[in-house]
């Protein structure tokens, strides 16, 4: 599995510039962070681990580039993630083997019990307002744009809208 993305000049990469590849100075990278299937052999049942080392092996030299993983804690990781800019990561266990769904995102599946303690979970107490193109199938914002905060709609009364 491999995610398209440009790079900025100080090698960060920048989902959102993707859509302005238009854009100078960026230059467009592959990185591959899964391996599901090689030479034919269904690799879905194999830990994690052995899919991303039969994974570098292949990407060696190619110029696909292989995703790093952040090990640490929740808090450790989130740290990584602010002091390298990025803009999120995929999170999974290293021992877990690869369960396909028809859905496109899980957020959350690769963080054991332990590490949802150390997650802040919070109330909702602004309501921001943004626009977008749509809704993908997963429940996502495509696009989206912060326009504001709304001090005239209490939390509670927030429902989802229909783009458009």
């Known amino acids: 599995m491999c995610s398209s993305t440009f790079v900025d ?20 990278v592959y990185y591959a962070f899964d391996l599901l299937h090689l030479n034919g052999r269904d690799l879905l049942r194999e830990p994690l681990d052995a899919r991303r080392a039969a994974l570098a092996g292949i990407v060696d030299d190619s110029g696909v ?24 990561v995929v999170a999974k ?14 957020w ?25 193109v749509e809704w993908t199938p997963d429940g996502s914002l495509r696009h989206a744009a912060f326009l504001g905060l709304r001090d005239d ?9 229909v783009s458009g």
């Open 9 to 28: 000049a100080k090698g960060r990469p920048s989902f959102q510039a993707l859509h302005h590849w238009s854009t100078a100075g960026l230059s467009i």
């Open 65 to 88: 580039l292989l995703s790093d993983a952040l090990p640490g804690s929740a808090r450790q990781i989130e740290s990584a993630v602010r002091r390298l800019q990025l803009e999120g």
């Open 93 to 106: 266990r290293r021992r877990s083997i690869y369960k396909p769904t028809s859905r496109t995102s899980h």
């Open 108 to 132: 959350g599946e690769g963080i054991s019990a332990e590490e949802m303690t150390e997650l802040r979970w919070v109330k909702p107490v602004l309501v921001a307002e943004i626009s977008f």
């Open 153 to 161: 709609k209490p939390p509670r009364e927030v429902r989802r809208e």
